[in-house]
């Protein structure tokens, strides 16, 4: 059973297209994140949320919006995309109980190509 | 100043050999401290938890010094399947984690 999956795992989409990235946990984690990688492997934090709620909100431009259903699913969803957020976009979960100790659990992935 | 930095690398290091990774942070107030390994296109997948006693598990050792904010990662006994980057991570909440070092053990 995958513990964090992404869906789509590769989009390719032309610039000013609208898109959206899902991500579900079925570890019963109260908290989950999106994570940005770019071409240089620095793998950045741009939202969390712990039981639906917004808890962090890095510099990220409003193009680029969260959402939290429950405390299972946080969707990306990006608006009129541009050539530099091409990116492997990475979801992860943890629980705030146990995160000292076992860190995140990272789903495998969105490859985004804006072209 | 980066929060997390790592020697980028890369390490090219024959199998057996014993390999140290550093890894400095600057939030001073960091609870959290972790090793993750990420290979190729793979998402990242933690290796161990850091703690101020020291982790070892198998030949993977870890290590914190608060006083100088490092964490280290020693690898005995290198396998060409410990090629990979490793990345250190440190923080509350958020993590916030370095670039990444990268190994390669040649056969």
């Known amino acids: 059973d995958t513990a964090v999956s992404q869906t789509p795992k590769y989009l390719v989409t032309q610039m000013g297209n609208d898109k959206s990235i899902k991500c579900e946990q079925n570890l019963g984690h109260d908290t989950m994140y999106w994570y940005k990688q770019d071409s240089k492997k620095f793998l950045k934090i741009m939202f969390s949320?712990?039981?639906?709620?917004?808890?962090i909100n890095e510099t990220v431009p409003n193009r680029f919006s969260p959402k939290s259903p429950d405390k299972a699913h946080l969707n990306l969803h990006i608006n009129s995309l541009e050539l530099g957020d091409s990116a492997v976009y990475f979801c992860?979960?943890?629980?705030?109980?146990?995160?000292?100790?076992?860190?995140?659990?990272f789903g495998s992935g969105t490859r985004l190509t804006v072209v | 100043r980066k929060e997390v930095e790592q020697d980028p690398g890369p390490f090219n290091v024959p199998e057996g050999a014993t390999v140290a990774f550093n890894c400095t942070y600057s939030n001073s107030a960091s609870q959290s401290f972790f090793w993750y390994r990420q290979d190729c296109r793979k998402e990242p997948k933690l290796l161990m938890s850091?703690?101020?006693s020291g982790n070892e598990d198998g030949r993977f050792t870890a290590q914190l010094n608060r006083a100088s904010q490092y964490i280290s990662l020693l690898i005995r006994d290198s396998k060409l399947s410990d090629s990979a980057t490793y990345l250190c991570?440190?923080?509350?909440?958020?993590?916030?984690f370095g670039k990444g070092t990268r190994l390669s053990v040649i056969a």
């Open positions: 992860a979960s943890s629980h705030a109980r146990d995160r000292a100790n076992y860190g995140y659990t």
């Open positions: 949320y712990n039981n639906k709620e917004l808890i």
């Open positions: 850091v703690y101020s």
């Open positions: 991570a440190s923080g509350n909440t958020p993590l916030v």
